[in-house]
T-cell receptor, first 113, second 115 residues
Framework: GQQLNQSPQSMFIQEGEDVSMNCTSSSIFNTWLWYKQEPGEGPVLLIALYKAGELTSNGRLTAQFGITRKDSFLNISASIPSDVGIYFCAGALPAGNNRKLIWGLGTSLAVNP | GAVVSQHPSRVICKSGTSVKIECRSLDFQATTMFWYRQFPKQSLMLMATSNEGSKATYEQGVEKDKFLINHASLTLSTLTVTSAHPEDSSFYIC???????????FGSGTQLSVL
């Protein structure tokens, strides 16, 4: 099925460093969502973006909806050990697609204390 | 935030038995529920979409007679894996949303192991 191009695939960083990851697509999306998944758990919604150019923060997390509506990025500032997990982007196609989300393959984040 | 409860969290069963997984939205009315399957270190794979009171819409390649989905109320959907086989072993996750929202809220997942 259709998937988003998410990069990087994995990151290993030192505590305190900033993190940046992004998703790109050939399709236009109406909504971009960013989730975090920890082992053995379901994904947890971090940030939802609804308009092209929108920049939204949630604590140390900041995400932006690309102006072309075909990309989005997520930044994490001053990383801490509990940021460890897999981060997924997801895009909602325009209406008429049964509200399905298209998912990225995930960015695995490891933080060295 | 919206809470979705999924049970059981882990199940081990013998080959040939059926397993039922429940997904409940605790503090909102879930007009649509989605069932996903996830293999280790991979992304989420949508299996089916169910709207309350309607038959589920299955993704291509997902056997509807094997993965029975019922969404009888606005707070409960169930996935029954019928005649489970070892290749059905996987992490199954439900998610729910309300009318007009693209946000999905996920349950904690069910790890199914078929011996």
């Amino acid at each position: 099925g259709q998937q988003l191009n998410q990069s990087p695939q994995s990151m290993f960083i030192q505590e305190g460093e900033d993190v940046s990851m992004n998703c790109t697509s050939s399709s236009i999306f109406n909504t971009w969502l960013w989730y975090k998944q920890e082992p053995g758990e379901g994904p947890v919604l971090l940030i939802a973006l609804y308009k092209a150019g929108e920049l939204t923060s949630n604590g140390r997390l900041t995400a932006q909806f690309g102006i072309t509506r075909k990309d989005s990025f997520l930044n994490i500032s001053a990383s801490i050990p509990s940021d460890v997990g897999i981060y997924f982007c997801a895009g909602a196609l325009p209406a008429g697609n049964n509200r399905k989300l298209i998912w990225g393959l995930g960015t695995s984040l490891a933080v060295n204390p | 935030g919206a809470v979705v409860s999924q049970h059981p969290s882990r199940v081990i069963c013998k080959s040939g038995t059926s397993v039922k997984i429940e997904c409940r939205s605790l503090d909102f009315q879930a007009t649509t529920m989605f069932w996903y399957r996830q293999f280790p270190k991979q992304s989420l794979m949508l299996m089916a979409t169910s709207n309350e009171g309607s038959k589920a819409t299955y993704e291509q390649g997902v056997e509807k007679d094997k993965f029975l989905i019922n969404h009888a109320s606005l707070t409960l959907s169930t996935l029954t894996v019928t005649s489970a086989h070892p290749e059905d072993s996987s992490f199954y996750i439900c998610s729910a949303s309300w009318a007009g929202s693209e946000k999905l809220f996920f349950g904690s997942g069910t790890q199914l192991s078929v011996l």
